[in-house]
C-alpha cells in the first residue's frame, strides 16, 4: 500500500526578529500559516530505504543525504529503534530555498507517513524531537496548524484556526540564502534587536481581525533579503499595486511574498495577470489559514 501526504507551503505572515542569542541562533517570533499549494510525498514501506524527487522543481531540491525527507527519516529511526523507513517519492511544486518552509514541509510529512507506516501515534514525542533534530521550522509543519512560533523554531503556541483568507503567492525564482539574509542583519550574540510586542491573533480570528493585526506586525527581513535579491523588491511592488490586494509582505527569509485579497475571485485574477506580466515568476492564488 502506498501512503500519501501533502506537503503545504509554510508562510510567515510575520516575522519579528527579538534578538540574537548567546548560542548564535536568532530569537524570533513569527505567526505561521500554510497555504494550499503543496509537495506531495508517497511511501512504500514494504520497499528498502530510498528516495526520488520529481516534479516541476525538483531540479534544484536536493536528493540523497542532501534532501530533508531522509534526514528525518533517519532522525527517527534514530528514535526509534526497529522503524522501517521504505521508499519515498518527492513530487516537488513549491519553490527551493524560497522562505515557503518547502524542504521543512516535506521533512513534516515524512515523519506522519512513518508514523502512519509503523502505527505510531500522531502526537508521539518521538516525531516532535525527531522534527526538531531534522530543521528549525519542521516542528511547525508537524502538524500543518497556523500558530505562533518563537525561539529559533522550537516553542510553538496553540493552534489558532483563523478564518482561511484568500492571497497570491509569488516567487521570483531567485534563491536566497536563509544564512546570508540574517547575516545581513549585524546581530552579535546577545544583541536585542526590532521594538514592540508582537499584536495579539487570538483562536478563531476573523479575517478582519487577522488583517488589523497583521498591519501592526512586520517581517524584520525584508529589507536585508531585498538588499541580496532587488527582485523580492520589485515583487512587493507588484503584489502591492495589484487590484484587491489588501497586505503584502515577504515570507520567512524570502524571496517569496505574498499579498491577502478581499476575496477569492481578486486573488486568482491577480495571479493570471502577474504570470502574464512575468513569465519568470512563480505564482499562485490560494487560501492561507
Known amino acids: 500500500m502506498i501512503l500519501h501526504e501533502r506537503a503545504r507551503a509554510k508562510i510567515n505572515l510575520s516575522l519579528h526578529v527579538l534578538g540574537r542569542r548567546a548560542d548564535g541562533y536568532h530569537e524570533l517570533e513569527s505567526l505561521v500559516v500554510f497555504a494550499g499549494v503543496c509537495d506531495h510525498?508517497?511511501?512504500?514501506?514494504?520497499?528498502?530505504?530510498?528516495?526520488?524527487?520529481?516534479?516541476?522543481?525538483?531540479?534544484?531540491a536536493g536528493a540523497g543525504d542532501d534532501?530533508?525527507?531522509?534526514?528525518?527519516a533517519r532522525n527517527l529511526q534514530a528514535r526509534a529503534p526497529g522503524l522501517r523507513i521504505g521508499a519515498f517519492r518527492l513530487v516537488k511544486h513549491l519553490p527551493v530555498?524560497?522562505?515557503v518552509g518547502g524542504g521543512s514541509s516535506d521533512a513534516a510529512a515524512a515523519l506522519r507517513l512513518l508514523a502512519r507506516a509503523n502505527d505510531m501515534a500522531g502526537d508521539d514525542p518521538r516525531l516532535m524531537e525527531a522534527a526538531r533534530a531534522t530543521g528549525a521550522d519542521v516542528p511547525v509543519c508537524l502538524s500543518q496548524e497556523a500558530r505562533m512560533m518563537r525561539g529559533a523554531g522550537e516553542t510553538l503556541g496553540p493552534p489558532l484556526?483563523?478564518?482561511?483568507?484568500?492571497?497570491?503567492?509569488?516567487?521570483?525564482?531567485?534563491?536566497?540564502?536563509?544564512?546570508?539574509?540574517?547575516?545581513r542583519l549585524?546581530?552579535?550574540?546577545?544583541?536585542?534587536?526590532?521594538?514592540?510586542?508582537?499584536?495579539?491573533?487570538?483562536q478563531g480570528a476573523r479575517a478582519e481581525?487577522?488583517?488589523?493585526?497583521?498591519r501592526k506586525a512586520r517581517n524584520d527581513l525584508e529589507d536585508p533579503a531585498g538588499v541580496l535579491a532587488r527582485e523580492i523588491v520589485d515583487v512587493l511592488a507588484v503584489l502591492g499595486a495589484a487590484r484587491g490586494?489588501?497586505?503584502?509582505?515577504?515570507s520567512g527569509s524570502g524571496a517569496t511574498c505574498f499579498a491577502l485579497f478581499e476575496n477569492r475571485h481578486r486573488a486568482a485574477r491577480a495571479a493570471r495577470a502577474i504570470r502574464r506580466d512575468h513569465p519568470g515568476w512563480w505564482a499562485r492564488a490560494t487560501l492561507l489559514g
Open 67 to 72: 534532501n530533508l525527507v531522509l534526514r528525518a
Open 245 to 250: 490586494a489588501r497586505l503584502a509582505r515577504m
Open 97 to 99: 530555498a524560497a522562505g
Open 186 to 202: 549585524g546581530l552579535a550574540a546577545g544583541q536585542a534587536y526590532g521594538s514592540g510586542a508582537h499584536p495579539h491573533v487570538g
Open 41 to 60: 510525498l508517497y511511501l512504500d514501506a514494504r520497499a528498502p530505504a530510498s528516495l526520488v524527487v520529481e516534479g516541476p522543481t525538483a531540479a534544484t
Open 161 to 183: 484556526a483563523p478564518a482561511p483568507v484568500p492571497a497570491v503567492l509569488v516567487n521570483p525564482r531567485v534563491p536566497v540564502e536563509t544564512r546570508a539574509v540574517f547575516a
Open 209 to 214: 481581525t487577522l488583517l488589523a493585526a497583521l
